[in-house]
């Protein structure tokens, strides 16, 4: 079963989400206080207003950016914006128990009452998580509160007796489907395995179903890329049926060995110093166009992307902005500041390499090399943008580029970026 790991006990987890389905989707309680209504539409709608209505483009945190947002709100408004960073925050094991609890408690706080920090729904073992969600679920933590203010808002219109669609596999792909969201949010694999453990695997990102899938040999990346939440579920089930019915005392978890092996981006290179082991990132989940549900400038990531692309143009030099960022980095820029962009990358190094190189953020071209290369470091930590940066240099030892981190100097009263 994709509930069972090799790492922790997930039952507590799992038995919190059935808990917060029943009481806050099904019905319009609270997750933390049985005497109170809060998954109610108004109270929704209020965050709606405070949140999606009244974007915050600071440069500040997301936590800070937020309880300013909510800071015009009822006490309910600011409860409900509580619970919806616990049930955000519930799978995400990346993300400490600590930091979880702090952000939680804190958000209740601003409503004037207290939440104590030894509630059984914020001890370790329930914020322990079940999977990563790598950096882009922080990076993209306004746009997942979004999304589950929207499916809790769509919810709400349905009679009670037809929101059951959360229990029943079928009718939630054709529900959570029609709900409005920017890009492809991770929340949506999050619930999807919250609601059906035993069916759906523990995986917040769609890119790492398909490397599973190819990695295993089910299908080649080319085909499963264009298949369905639905045929990437059906995919995993049968071959982790397949696999465990071969292993039948083991427990068969991907990100785990001697599974992970098979299809993770992990691989040892040669070089003339000696075998290298380099992780290939993958993107967490590819961004698609969609329309803007607020303005597109709200990551200032992206306006720095925007920035190095244009300056890099006006140089003479061709762009490259990573796959991920690019739909979102060309609305910021005019059509003729896209000129320079490039498609396809010219050049000729081996398909590890590439894989590296096309994920990093920025890269100003000069006929067939790289000039220079950009990682553009706001809200993620300085060290992956570094990581990036050594393993392509691992893989090319002998490769003449200059290699940027941009983040900002958060040491001056007044931020501002720094290329360094």
């Not at 009679?159 to 669609?165: D, G, K, L, Q, Y």
């Not at 303005?295 to 490259?320: C, D, H, T």
């Amino acid at each position: 079963m994709a509930r069972l790991n090799n790492h922790h006990d997930t039952s507590q987890i799992l038995n919190a989400s059935d808990c917060w389905i029943d009481k806050c989707l099904l019905a319009d309680g609270s997750i933390f206080d049985s005497e109170k209504s809060l998954w109610t539409p108004s109270v929704i709608s209020e965050v709606y207003k405070s949140f999606v209505e009244h974007p915050d483009f600071g440069g500040d945190s997301f936590m800070t950016k937020l309880k300013r947002q909510m800071g015009n709100a009822s006490p309910s408004a600011k409860q409900l914006v509580s619970e919806m960073l616990w049930i955000l925050l519930l799978f995400p094991s990346n993300i400490s128990a600590q930091t979880k609890r702090q952000q939680i408690v804190e958000m209740w706080e601003l409503s004037g009452e207290q939440l104590p920090l030894s509630h059984s729904l914020l001890t370790d073992q329930v914020l322990t998580g079940i999977g990563s969600g790598g950096p882009a679920f922080n990076n993209y933590r306004p746009d997942e509160l979004e999304f589950l203010i929207a499916l809790a808002a769509d919810i709400k219109t349905r009679p009670a007796e037809v929101r059951s669609v959360v229990r029943d596999y079928e009718k939630f792909l054709s529900w959570i489907s029609a709900v409005p969201m920017r890009g492809n949010r991770q929340f949506r694999h999050m619930l999807r395995y919250f609601s059906f453990p035993d069916q759906v695997e523990r995986i917040s990102s769609n890119n790492d179903r398909m490397s599973i899938l190819e990695g295993f040999g089910v299908a080649a990346r080319r085909v499963v890329g264009d298949w369905s939440d639905r045929q990437l579920d059906e995919g995993l089930l049968a071959l982790r049926e397949m696999l465990q019915r071969d292993n039948p005392l083991a427990v068969i978890d991907f990100y785990d060995s001697p599974w992970k092996e098979r299809w993770s981006g992990d691989r040892k290179i040669k070089t003339p110093d000696g075998e290298v082991s380099v992780a290939i990132p993958l993107d967490d989940e590819r961004e698609e166009v969609v329309p803007p549900v607020r303005q597109i400038e709200g990551r200032e990531s992206l306006q720095i992307q925007a920035k190095l692309a244009r300056i890099g143009s006006v140089m003479g030099f061709k762009i490259w902005i990573a796959r991920a960022d690019q739909a979102r980095v060309s609305e910021l820029l005019a059509p003729n500041e896209q000129i320079a962009f490039v498609e396809d990358l010219p050049l000729s190094y081996d398909g590890i390499t590439l894989d590296t190189i096309k994920l990093i953020d920025v890269i100003w071209l000069k006929g067939r090399s790289i000039a220079r290369a950009f990682e553009v470091e706001h809200t993620t930590a300085v060290y992956s943008g570094l990581l990036r940066m050594a393993d392509l240099l691992a893989l090319q030892p002998n490769m003449d580029i200059r290699l940027h981190i941009v983040a900002p100097d958060e040491r001056l009263t007044c931020p501002r970026f720094l290329i360094h």
